[in-house]
């Protein structure tokens, strides 16, 4: 199906009309099996001679006649496959229901001027269907290995103009079809979909549909031109998303106009190719997203100042969950700022500390920070020493590996951060963002203490993205899940329970210790007020280096970035973090 604006409901016949291989007795007279019957002597067979120009003249005529006619039987019988024919064309009748339709010869075409009419490369151009005797359903125009090759036909195009009323408007095109030689010595039109119109294939649906308004410009949310390298290609797959998740809602369907579209309602990819407009839908409203040009500006900036590295960065509005902005390095390819599959290192701590203060745990309560973990496959800190007076901010504080997952198996039950993922922090709830998104996994460990420690520290089989992250950091600041959204009608998925407010302040205290005198101190200083901060650093298969990550919220907005093979959390996540706070402002 051509490109085309995403229309709204899908109606029509499709037309059954289906092209084959080579050819055979293929009889156009129903009747007995019986081979003595007068039905199978009377049977006509499409033969490999072409027709000659004068019978090929004559049998597009006639056909045409026919069909402007609307003598359907007629018309039907004058094809190769009068049963196919007479689907397609009552199809057309109804569905497409032009008051007035002039059907008029054109000559002899060529297999250029088809191709071109079709969208199909010149060099593979062929008429529409070198003729096909056996007309099966599910057959194809390409000839296989099983069957003899197609008979040769003659090509010849027409002009088409349709009518309708209501409307002054006429709807002039170019069409094509192939004529064959039968076995009586008659010609017959090879029939075929393209023989409608030369953009319809099989399984495909022509007709009379609403249009509705083609998206404006697209402006950010204080309804200025949008700007932003990493989100310009992706636009056009945002508008047909944002299109059908919104469909149900828009019933007010008066900015509609009316035209002719061709769809294929069994692939829900496909993009409805707008072939004529009858009456003109009204003008378009612009297409506004969340984004804000001035924090999409920055995140571009902070993803070129990579130096050439992989990363992606996302920011959410918390109390709402509109993402302001997001941008990739580099800017083609992965969205891995939605897309991304990567563990999320010691920023999923923010998670596990969910799930330890709501198991009783506190902020003050005494966790040391051994240099080695307890569980069966010892996993060691960043840094040597060990710190066994510590209390759990502190160890938040350091990020201390072995602290987390030592009182993580002591005080969570098997699948502790499982539950708190989903039911606090929406993850695995089916995002419908606006984009396609990888909605981020926490799989349940069980009871194998290996993977409860490496899913503790953000590590093992956990996958995230700089869009979750920035949404659980989120979810702190505001202490309820507001699903990432780039258009703000879109529909949220909401979580079970909210984030209580007596763990929610723990956790924005222990955020706050840590972009004050933390890890993440040296990249938060002059904005830390009002703010909290967590780093991360993954590690991830063949990557020497570990992948940094870092964590923000600064008022009422929540920020996550992650560069691939960038070190600590300070070291490249977390100027790009703090270079959008910054442009920010006081918000």
């Known amino acids: 199906m051509r490109n085309g604006a995403k229309t709204g409901l899908i109606t029509g016949v499709a037309v059954a009309v289906l092209a084959a291989g080579g050819y055979g007795a293929y009889s156009l007279v129903g009747g007995s099996d019986d081979k003595d019957t007068p039905a199978a002597k009377k049977a006509r067979t499409v033969v490999a001679e072409p027709p000659s120009a004068e019978q090929a ?41 032009p008051s007035g339709l002039t059907l008029t010869p054109a000559g002899p075409a060529t297999p250029a001027a088809f191709a071109a009419a079709t969208g199909t490369p010149s060099a593979a151009a062929k008429p529409p269907a070198t003729a096909s005797a056996a007309p099966t359903p599910g057959a194809t125009d390409s000839p296989s290995a099983t069957t003899p090759a197609a008979p040769t036909g003659v090509l010849m195009g027409f002009k088409a103009r349709a009518e309708f009323e209501g409307t002054n408007r006429v709807w002039d095109y170019s069409g094509f079809l192939n004529v064959v030689k039968m076995s009586d010595n008659t010609p017959a039109v090879h029939w075929a979909p393209t023989v409608i119109h030369p953009h319809l294939a099989p399984g495909e649906t022509i007709g009379v549909q609403p249009l509705p308004p083609i998206a404006g410009n697209v402006v950010d949310r204080n309804n200025k031109p949008l700007t932003g390298a990493s989100i310009t290609p992706l636009l056009p797959t945002l508008q047909a998303k944002v299109a059908k998740l919104l469909a149900d809602q ?43 040009n001035t924090l999409q500006a920055a995140a571009e900036k902070a993803m070129t100042d990579l130096g050439g590295k992989k990363g992606s960065i996302v920011a959410i509005e ?51 920070c051994p240099t080695l973990s307890s569980n069966p496959k010892k996993i060691p800190n960043s840094f040597p020493d060990a710190y066994p007076n510590n209390t759990l901010q502190q160890d938040f504080m350091i990020s201390c590996n072995t602290a987390f997952i030592d009182q993580g198996l002591t005080s969570l039950k098997p699948g502790a951060l499982t539950t708190t993922a989903k039911d606090v922090y929406g993850i695995g709830l089916n995002w419908q963002t606006g984009l396609p998104s990888f909605d981020a996994v926490v799989p349940d460990a069980g009871t194998n203490k290996d993977e409860q420690a490496m899913q503790s520290i953000g590590q093992g089989k956990v996958q995230m993205n700089p869009l979750a992250i920035a949404s659980i950091t989120a979810t702190v600041q505001s202490g309820s899940f507001k699903q990432p959204i780039l258009v703000a009608e879109l529909p949220q998925q909401k979580a079970p329970r909210d984030l209580g407010p007596d763990v929610a302040g723990k956790l924005r205290q222990m955020m706050a210790a840590t972009a004050t005198g933390g890890t993440a101190k040296d990249v938060m200083a002059g904005i830390s007020d009002n703010a909290g901060a967590k780093t991360g650093s993954a590690e991830a298969t063949g990557i020497a280096t570990t992948n940094s990550w870092f964590t923000a919220y600064r008022g009422n907005l929540a920020i996550a970035a992650e560069v691939e093979g960038g070190g600590h959390g300070v070291d490249a996540a977390g100027p790009a973090v703090a270079s959008i706070i910054k442009a920010a402002g006081n918000r």
Do not use: H
């Open 318 to 368: 918390p109390s709402t969950g509109q993402v302001l902005a997001f941008a990739n390095a580099p800017v083609t390819g992965l969205n891995r700022a939605f897309q991304g599959q990567l563990a999320p290192g010691s920023t999923l701590k923010i998670l596990t500390s969910t799930a330890l203060l709501e198991a009783g745990v506190n902020p003050d309560t005494p966790v040391a």
């Open 250 to 292: 828009n019933k007010d369907q008066s900015d509609n106009g009316t035209g002719v579209v061709i769809t294929n309602a069994a692939d829900q990819n496909s993009v409805p190719d707008r072939l004529f407009t009858i009456v003109d839908p009204k003008p378009p409203k612009p297409f506004k997203l969340t984004i804000d």
């Open 57 to 97: 003249t004559a049998g597009t005529k006639d056909f045409l006649d026919a069909w402007a006619a609307g003598d359907l039987a007629k018309a039907a019988s004058l094809t190769d496959d009068p049963a196919g024919a007479t689907t397609a064309l009552t199809a057309f009748r109804d569905q497409v229901k």
